[in-house]
């Protein structure tokens, strides 16, 4: 089983909150990613990251930030939150030059 | 035309049939070809891996590639419940993310 971990599992906050979703990893990987993905539909790249301080926006526009200041540390902040990102953040790290992503088993997010 | 095309299902089947997944793919530059497994509620996790056309099998699970044709397939033998899960391709061309397929949802009705 992969060794990277997310919290909170299961998110429900009020709109306009900023909240930051933490991914952690222990394999010492360099290549980290976020996704986004509405129940029963496709995972949609939002940001990633090939190692500290290096960040890069995913195919899918999102008003989400990420930071990469250590390399098993890769948080998503988003600054007001509103019902539209209601979703799942999955996210996932990869070595370098091996393609096999590994996922962590997600944050489920509700914004009322 | 969209880069990686797979048909989303829902796909339900009887226990014990074969399945038969598919993908097509339009980028020549991809060089690794993965299906990734997702339970409900779950982060996907990698199934197969392959770098060449032709077949490669684990168990009950076939991958097969057609670089000329660009296609992509996954099947199941003697399909059981527990497979019961969504199925997405993946490909990789380089340094870059993965592309993904949107997935096919699969019912192994017992």
Redesign the interface.
């Known amino acids: 089983e ?1 060794d990277i971990y997310q919290t909170p599992r299961y998110l429900v906050i009020g709109t306009g909150k900023k909240i930051t979703l933490e991914c952690s990893q222990t394999m010492g990987h360099d290549k980290m ?1 976020w996704y986004q993905q509405d129940p ?4 949609h ?1 939002i940001h ?1 990251s ?1 190692g500290v301080n290096s960040t890069e926006k ?1 195919d899918l526009s999102s008003e989400s930030t990420v930071s990469r200041i250590r390399t098993e540390h890769f948080p998503l902040t988003l600054e007001s939150a509103r019902p539209s990102h209601t979703s799942q953040y ?1 996210c ?1 790290s990869s070595e370098p030059g091996y ?3 590994f ?4 944050t ?1 997010l509700t914004v009322l | 035309q969209k880069e990686v095309e797979q048909d989303p299902g829902p796909l339900s089947v009887p226990e014990g049939a074969i399945v038969s997944l598919n993908c097509t793919y339009s980028n020549s530059a991809f060089q690794y070809f993965m299906w990734y497994r997702q339970y409900s509620r779950k982060g996907p996790e990698l199934l197969m891996y392959t770098y060449s056309s032709g077949n490669k099998e684990d168990g009950r699970f076939t991958a097969q590639v057609d670089k000329s044709s660009k296609y992509i397939s996954l099947f199941i033998r003697d399909s059981q419940p527990s497979d019961s899960a969504t199925y997405l391709c993946a490909f990789f061309s380089g340094n870059t993310p993965l592309v993904f397929g949107k997935g096919t949802r699969l019912s192994v009705i017992a």
């Open positions: 992969a990613y029963g539909m496709e995972l790249l990633y090939y995913g999955l996932a393609n096999e992503q996922f962590g088993p997600g489920r």
